[in-house]
């Protein structure tokens, strides 16, 4: 995703990250899970999410809302988005603190 300084194009680059967001937002707030990171480089978008952080854990959190909300944003980027994405999950421990100097909080 490379912005290319045509006006047209680029609104068009724009609308296609911002409908991305939603879509991937709104699906991990049905399965509470929450995005930990979105990057848009010259080889793409990745987004990265995590489920479980502290408030919002259950029993079963892989299998009942982690890979169903992997499948489900997958789905919905391709038949609402028109975007062909490959998702792909683990699991285990993420950090989950603050990260950077006291200036830049």
Known sequence: AQL??????DQDLFRLLN???FVVTRELEKYHGHLRQY??????????????????TCPNMVSERALPCTTAIHNALQVEVGVENQIGGTFG?????IVGGICRH
């Open 93 to 97: 421990q993420a950090y989950c603190g």
């Open 39 to 56: 990057i848009v480089d010259d080889k793409g978008v990745v987004l990265i999410a995590t489920f479980g952080l502290r408030g919002s």
């Open 4 to 9: 290319t300084g045509n006006a047209s194009k």
């Open 19 to 21: 409908s991305t967001f």
